[in-house]
């Protein structure tokens, strides 16, 4: 009796599956499979796997809730218990006139598809349960349609929990059902019985009418007594004898997706200004200086050496901010391929470029639009690609790969680099514009060996950490060990001192961290050490280097000593008493 009604369960499983997202499979009495979605579509004509849990719900009668397919009791001797890629499932017998017809099955096929389907077990056992009662009268009656009409209701009270729009049209486009979270997120209840072109742009509705209502993550903006609310769309049409009756659309909060890539790419908790550990002077001063422009929009530039934790400032100023609450993204300017650097940052359309996704891409700019965006590295920004953000920082807009379409950005900007910009501007390298819309606030972040009293901190602070995950218990380092940690210029700076100490703390054998193990890990500047000189004397030595160096760099003239002394965060007069030592 199933067979016959063939047509009308494969388009009920159709429906199904587009408004819970689980996959249906209708089988009758010989497990011969009528009606099935997804994967199990292809399969319809076919046998079900025989001492199956289909089997035995044909056998027995019985409904069956599965949540560990393959190792429960009732598949162990299922045809395909080793090939079996199930991760949950309800049957329930569709039973008529006391005798058992056939069943109906929900499936679920990926991990995400099975949280959802245990925590909603009990409204899908009932629905399931409802669903074979109704798939039984209409064989039984004539008066399915009704039955339908009714039983619709109750299916309507199991989406309704669904934490996503779901709207239900017909094929004149007239809004026949909404759940819950249509209504509470629009403010409206009004809207049933109404053409969509209440809610849609004509631009959205020519896309699915030109498609035959199929969509797949469409972006579409719906404004409502002048509140704008951004979703993605899907929709998937409901057949009726290879006619369009009627289509299921899904709309997915647009900001909310914003918020999920967020926790995904944050680690940990948010870090601040009183996070960061550091009582030198030169260090105190560069705190206070962000700290106390961390409430304004504008543009910052992060200047220091590599290492020295340019990424925890930016990270803290926006801590700090009024964007706080919003997306903090840190975009590394020098580890994204050039050739793909365009699309990660600004995103494309759909068809932008051989290769790209059917949907399209969500720039990271895009993604961080209300927060704040930081430029880690960006001295090794193409060219090209500096107009585009000079762009972003002027207009407040960007257009995604492929895109007419300006999208706004009320990011701010936060930059960072190791490398000597106004240098790199002289020699064509860096644009002049962008170089003075991004050093609107210049923040120089002194190097570790001019923070000489808070590199015993730290080290003791990346003690306490690395014991932690290494379960040791090292109490701390010897007087010699010590010395030379301070004594040290830390060419690498805080992060190369990490290094040490995680490297010392690993191989450490009894409980303080002695000279040999950290030494080891020094810089090789450090091991033509000459032993007769005092460590006044090597300081001033290793000064004298780097500060040549940076001649050799600049030049001699006054106005390059001016440049070297900002560099290295002394004043003129200390620079010129150093060189004369």
Do not use: W
């Not at 080793?82 to 990926?110: Q, Y």
């Not at 930081?374 to 207009?395: A, N, S, T």
């Not at 995950?469 to 690498?492: H, M, Q, R």
């Amino acid at each position: 009796m199933i067979d016959k009604i063939q047509n009308y369960l494969q388009e009920i499983a159709e429906t199904l599956k587009a408004i819970v997202d689980i996959d249906i499979t209708i089988m009758n009495k010989n497990l011969k499979r009528i009606a099935g979605t997804g994967k199990l579509k292809e399969k319809i004509g076919s046998q079900g796997p025989r001492n199956s849990v289909f089997e035995k719900c044909i056998l027995t009668g019985k409904s069956y809730f599965i949540t560990n397919p393959v190792n429960c009791r009732e598949c162990l001797n299922c045809e395909i218990n080793r090939n079996c890629t199930e991760k949950a499932e309800v049957c329930f017998p569709i039973i008529i006139d006391g005798k058992v017809e056939g069943l109906i099955g929900m499936i679920a096929f990926s991990e995400k598809q099975k949280e959802i389907f245990l925590k909603k077990q009990e409204s899908y056992k009932d629905f399931d349960k409802r669903m074979s009662e109704l798939i039984s009268s209409k064989i039984k009656e004539n008066a399915f349609l009704n039955r339908l009409k009714y039983k619709s209701m109750e299916l309507l009270t199991v989406i309704d929990s669904v934490d996503e729009g779901i709207i239900i049209i017909d094929k004149n486009n007239i809004i026949l059902s909404v759940n819950k979270y249509i209504k509470n997120r629009l403010k409206r209840t009004d809207i049933v019985g109404k053409n969509i072109n209440n809610l849609l742009s004509k631009i959205a509705i020519d896309k699915f009418t030109k498609t035959c209502y199929v969509l797949d993550d469409e972006e579409v903006n719906i404004t409502i007594d002048r509140n704008k609310y951004r979703f993605l769309m899907s929709m998937v049409p409901i057949h009726l004898e290879g006619e369009i009756e009627s289509a299921v659309i899904t709309l997915k909060d647009f900001n909310k997706l914003q918020r999920s890539v967020f926790k995904i790419s944050e680690s940990g908790d948010k870090f601040t200004f009183n996070d960061m550990i550091g009582k030198s002077t030169s260090f105190l001063q560069v705190k206070n200086q962000a700290k106390h422009i961390a409430k304004s929009n504008a543009a910052v530039l992060l200047l220091g050496e590599s290492g020295t934790g340019k990424e925890l400032f930016a990270r803290a100023i926006h801590a700090e901010s009024n964007k706080r609450d919003e997306i903090f993204m840190p975009i590394n300017c020098g580890a994204i391929p050039e050739n793909l650097m365009e699309s990660e940052l600004f995103g494309y359309e759909k068809g932008a470029f051989t290769g790209a996704n059917v949907s399209g891409k969500i720039g990271k700019f895009e993604i961080g639009k209300n927060g704040t965006v930081f430029l880690d590295e960006i001295g090794d920004l193409p060219l090209h690609l500096q107009v585009k953000l000079l762009r972003v920082l002027e207009e407040k807009e960007i257009i995604r790969v492929g895109g007419i379409t300006p999208i706004k950005m009320h990011c701010r900007i936060i930059a960072a680099t190791n490398k000597n910009l106004l240098d790199m501007v002289k020699k064509g390298q860096f644009r002049e514009d962008l170089f003075y819309r991004l050093n609107v606030i210049p923040i120089h972040i002194p190097p570790l060996r001019d923070r000489d009293i808070d590199v015993l901190n730290l080290a003791y602070y990346f003690l306490q950490r690395y014991n932690g995950i290494y379960d040791k218990n090292i109490e701390g380092f010897t007087k010699d060990a010590e010395e030379i940690l301070v004594g040290y210029s830390f060419p690498g700076n805080v992060r190369e001192l990490q290094n040490i100490i995680e490297y010392a703390i690993n191989f450490a054998q009894n409980s303080l961290i002695d000279k040999s193990l950290i030494s080891k890990r020094m810089s090789n500047r450090n091991k033509n050490i000459d032993t007769n000189m005092t460590l006044k004397e090597l300081v001033s030595q290793f000064e004298k280097e780097v500060i040549n160096k940076f001649i050799k760099q600049y030049g001699s003239s006054t106005e390059s000593k001016k440049i070297i002394a900002k560099k290295l965060g002394i004043g003129t007069a200390t620079l010129y008493r150093k060189i004369d030592d």
